[in-house]
């Protein structure tokens, strides 16, 4: 598993990034997604949250769905459960997106194939808040 955890990706998403799509981030602040994207939006990332309900999320616009997002995303944070990971890749992958990062206990190997041979950056099963913990 160790290969979608490479340090030298996790350090430049966290550090080389500027906007990220978090699909699965709703106006509920008990879900672990809503605390990393708060995190990284107090890290001076600007969160994009995809949800189909739409809400506003920590006052940024919602989007149904990764293809209504305007504009570039740099890093796609997929909060679904792994059976429902692949496809969120693929909505990455046909977005346009330089990255998916699949947070801790999220893991699918053929879709991060898929997404590292479409060029895309890929980080599975990490944290971002603890891999920014790590970080000197």
Not at 84 to 89: P, T
């Amino acid at each position: 598993m160790g290969h979608f955890a490479e340090p030298d990706v996790i350090e430049r998403l966290l550090s080389d990034t500027k906007v990220w799509a978090f699909v699965g981030l709703g106006a509920n602040p008990a879900r672990e997604v809503y605390n990393q994207a708060r995190l990284l939006q107090g890290r001076g990332k600007r969160i994009i949250p995809v949800h189909p309900d739409g809400e506003e999320v920590l006052g940024e616009q919602a989007y149904a769905s990764l293809a209504d997002v305007p504009g570039e995303v740099d890093v796609v944070g997929v909060y679904r459960r792994s059976e429902f990971a692949g496809a969120v890749v693929d909505e990455a992958i046909a977005a346009g997106a330089k990255a998916v990062w699949l947070p801790l206990d999220v893991v699918d190997e053929a879709a991060g194939r898929r997404a590292r041979d479409a060029g895309l950056d890929v980080v599975m099963d990490r944290c971002p808040a603890i891999e920014w913990a790590k970080r000197r």
